[in-house]
């Protein structure tokens, strides 16, 4: 099946920062990804839809400007967090559309703001 | 909008016994996906089987089955011989089907955690 890689698997960083996730897609090319957010115990929330050489669409109540998302390559997209701040601590997950293979996800990063 | 509601959040089974976890959803759509996808507690999340709903044949992967019901809009997951490597987070997911091939947004339920006790 596909293997996506996501980068960091977690970080630390100070509240003011900002922080950049890479989820990368190593055996196939991959148009669409997806990010998800995940807090304990809880279900994934989809954030986003990264669409590659084109803006991501984002779900209501998530703000684009405060998670930038590019996906300038067939298997490259990253979520930048901009200016963290301690809610924004969470589990960050990615995944990949393969039409024929259906949704492989990334291992998730674990951001904490502090 | 699709709407996916497991009821059971957590559960425990012994091991090498048989847990079914339950899964209903709520959908205007007749032609769809329906996925239950394990999170260990690494929190890779792992797809265990999926099902197409055009089929009428349960789906079997190993030790897991399902139970589709499509009329009653429920999706149960069978394990059995359960294994302590099957101590997880299990979601149930929905996902419309795409007439292109393309990529629809998949739904997925609050998760059921289960343990394995030896």
């Known amino acids: 099946g596909a293997v996506v890689s996501q980068h960091p698997s977690w970080v630390i960083c100070k509240s003011g920062t900002s922080v950049k996730i890479e989820c990368r897609s190593l055996?196939?090319?991959?148009?669409?990804m997806f990010w998800y957010r995940q807090f304990p115990k809880q279900s994934l929330m989809l954030m986003a839809t990264s669409n590659e050489g084109s803006k991501a669409t984002y779900e209501q109540g998530v703000e684009k400007d405060k998670f930038l998302i590019n996906h300038a390559s067939l298997t490259l997209s990253t979520l930048t967090v901009t200016s963290a701040h301690p809610e924004d601590s969470s589990f960050y997950i990615c995944s990949v559309w393969g039409t024929g293979r259906g949704y492989t996800f990334g291992s998730g990063t674990r951001l904490t703001v502090v | 909008a699709q709407t996916v509601t497991q009821s059971q959040p957590e559960m425990s089974v012994q091991e090498a016994e048989t847990v079914t976890l339950s899964c209903t959803y709520d959908t205007s759509e007749s032609n769809y996906y329906l996925f239950w996808y394990k999170q260990p507690p690494s929190r890779q999340m792992i797809l265990v089987i999926r099902?197409?709903?055009?089929?009428?044949q349960n789906a079997t992967e190993n030790r897991f089955s399902v139970n589709f019901q499509k009329a009653a809009k429920s999706f149960s997951l069978k394990i059995s011989d359960s294994q302590l490597g099957d101590t997880a987070m299990y979601f149930c997911a929905f996902m419309k089907h795409a007439t292109s091939g393309g990529y629809q947004k998949v739904t997925f339920g609050t998760g059921t955690k289960l343990q394995v006790i030896p």
């Open positions: 055996d196939f090319q991959a148009t669409t």
């Open positions: 099902q197409e709903a055009y089929k009428q």
